[in-house]
């Protein structure tokens, strides 16, 4: 077996991530010198442009890494389980499923009682709905089954989501919905990471060693069980962690589109289209796709916020078509 | 001198009490069915009528976090600014406000009703301006009078206490708003001896400020100022972000009621008291 090509890779995305992770302590609206800033915040020296780097623009790089790493994977993995391309978290409903835990537990002020409660309405609402179109689909269903499982269960709870933000006390909620649905990343602090921090760890953990069985998975679902895969515990396991991971994010940052579809397939056929050499990859493939992204948001002239969210859909919806278009061409 | 035929005296005087009647009722007598549509008129009018003046309120005068006179508007019918409720209503005169929809009080000309507006303000000449405006309209010139010369006194008061040394002071709503130039906020900043940050970079009217440009102008002390406290929402939840203490020195955010200025009135008298008394104690 090659090693040193999905090495060689993961190198090479390890390094980018460093790169961009750093570079994206150097953007934002005003001039910081950050080496001085994180001079000051070493000296313990509550300076203004220390506090810029360590409460404003890490705890912002660190939610864009954990965020783009948590779909990237996820959606390999989704995809490598259920043998399906266009499995991923925003499209069998895990996001939108995690969204709308997340504005149940947010907006009836739980999460203000109960830290916690905000990631654990997440992983509940993820779980539940990735749980809903994997019954509906049924077992090894076919894409257009599964899109179709998945768009009925993101429909139903986008409209829930939308009815429970005109219905909720808040005068600001109704303003939020773009948030929600679309993700975005800014204003985030140290607070908002160390509430998905958790959930996100306990999810990537349980996929770490999934990547033998998913292996085998490839080579069908009677054959991977004869190779001694319990096909029932592996299928809960990247559930659950998915919930877990997944859940945990988007009740921080929103449902954010396309990472989670988009990074495998691009590093698919880099890894030698196994799906266990895939996890790695696109884990550091989502962050370096979503700090991209975050850090070309905040090039924008400021005032104008855009949500991060609308531009990897920006970039998403492209790539969409050309599988489209991909699989059309390798049909007879 | 003959006269063929003579008017009786009785209907002589009935054609003169007809030709004075209109007069009379838009001049002369004070208005005795007076209905406000609007928070901003409604408080004007709960401040300054005379008793039995008042026909109805408007729902958001009984709403005790955005009204400063709730108790008072407890008392009188309310009402949605719906037409037929209006006209059911039959007002003698009808205040609205400079965000009432044109086209609405166009409507309400259109049936023969009386529509006074009372503009926005955001100083305390268009506050003592607006006063005196829906004094006048009620025939009490006298208590608006007097309304303005306790709110400047209260505001004199305060400026005869006000520390040597401007703080830096920022006006920090949920999303991320914030208070510039034109705008009650300002106004009542000013008067209680303290810079407005916002207004010096250059924020006019209500603006976005972004959290960078904010911890930059090192305030020393952040306003607030967020409608439906108690309530939640991601918007509310970031003015929690720890940076925001911590540009401070640890001096928490100051929430100021939002039914002393969301209005222009005298009681922004009572914001700049708070305000005034949320100076630092300078060493």
């Known amino acids: 077996m090659d090693t040193r090509g999905p090495l060689l890779l993961n190198l090479t995305l390890g390094f980018v991530l460093t790169g961009l992770f750093l570079f994206s302590l150097f953007v934002g609206s005003n001039p910081v010198p950050v080496l001085q800033a994180l001079m000051d915040s070493i000296n313990r020296d509550p300076s203004v442009i220390s506090l810029i780097l360590t409460e404003v623009r890490l705890p912002r790089a660190l939610i864009a890494l954990i965020t783009g790493a948590t779909l990237g994977v996820c959606g390999a993995a989704m995809q490598g389980l259920l043998r399906n391309p266009l499995a991923s978290p925003g499209l069998i409903g895990s996001a939108s499923g995690a969204a709308l835990g997340s504005v149940i537990v947010l907006y009836t002020g739980w999460s203000a009682v109960f830290w916690l409660a905000l990631p654990f309405g997440g992983m509940f609402g993820s779980l539940l709905a990735t749980l809903l179109v994997y019954l509906l689909a049924g077992r090894d269903s076919g894409s257009t089954t599964l899109i179709l499982a998945g768009v009925a269960i993101n429909t139903l709870a986008l409209s829930l989501i939308s009815l429970l933000l005109n219905l909720a006390p808040s005068p600001y909620a109704v303003k939020e919905m773009v948030l929600w649905m679309l993700g975005s990343i800014a204003h985030g602090s140290m607070q908002d990471f160390w509430v998905m921090l958790p959930g996100t760890l306990l999810g990537w953990f349980l996929l770490t060693g999934t990547g033998r069985a998913l292996d085998a998975l490839t080579l069908g679902e009677d054959t991977a069980t004869t190779m001694g895969i319990n096909l029932p515990r592996l299928r809960w396991r990247i559930f659950l962690a998915t919930a877990f991971a997944v859940g945990s994010a988007v009740s921080v940052t929103g449902a954010i589109g396309f990472v989670g579809l988009v990074v495998p397939h691009l590093l698919r056929p880099l890894v030698g289209f196994q799906p266990g050499r895939l996890l790695t990859a696109s884990a550091m493939g989502g962050a370096i796709l979503l700090l991209a992204a975050d850090i070309a948001v905040r090039l924008f002239p400021a005032g104008t916020e855009i949500k991060v969210g609308v531009l990897t859909s920006l970039v998403g919806a492209p790539f969409f078509l050309h599988l489209i278009l991909k699989s059309r061409r390798w049909q007879p | ?283």
């Not at chain 2, 009528?49 to 709730?70: C, D, H, K, T």
């Not at chain 2, 409720?85 to 086209?103: C, K, N, R, V, W």
């Not at chain 2, 001096?251 to 914001?271: L, S, V």
């Open chain 2, 1 to 283: 001198m003959p006269v063929p035929y003579k008017i009786p005296v009785h209907v002589l005087h009935f054609l003169l009490l007809l030709l004075l009647l209109p007069a009379q009722a838009s001049f002369a007598e004070p208005p005795a069915r007076v209905v406000s549509i609007n928070l901003c008129s409604d408080q004007l009018l709960l401040m300054l009528a005379r008793p039995g003046q008042i026909a109805s309120v408007s729902r958001l005068a009984l709403e005790p976090n955005s009204s400063y006179m709730a108790s008072e508007a407890g008392r009188y019918p309310v009402n949605d600014a719906k037409l037929e409720q209006l006209l059911l209503l039959e007002p003698d005169l009808i205040l609205a406000e400079g965000f009432t929809s044109p086209s609405f009080v166009r409507l309400l000309k259109h049936f023969g009703l009386r529509v006074e507006i009372v503009p926005n303000s955001f100083d305390l000449r268009g506050i003592r301006r607006n006063i005196r405006l829906v004094a006048t309209l009620l025939s009490n010139q006298s208590q608006g009078e007097a309304l303005i010369s306790e709110m400047d006194l209260r505001i004199q008061r305060v400026a005869d206490h006000l520390p040597a040394a401007r703080s830096k002071a920022v006006f920090y709503q949920p999303r991320g708003y914030t208070s510039g130039l034109d705008t009650l906020q300002d106004t009542a900043l000013n008067h209680a001896g303290w810079r407005n940050l916002s207004k010096e970079l250059g924020v006019n009217g209500y603006g976005n400020i972004e959290l960078e440009s904010l911890l930059v102008a090192a305030p020393d002390q952040l306003f607030s100022s967020a409608y439906a406290p108690g309530t939640h929402s991601v918007a509310q939840h970031r003015l929690s972000h720890p940076a925001l203490n911590r540009i401070t020195g640890d001096r928490p955010m100051i929430e100021i009621p939002y039914r002393y200025w969301i209005c222009g009135g005298p009681m922004i008298a009572d914001a700049i008291e708070i305000l005034a008394d949320s100076h630092p104690v300078t060493p």
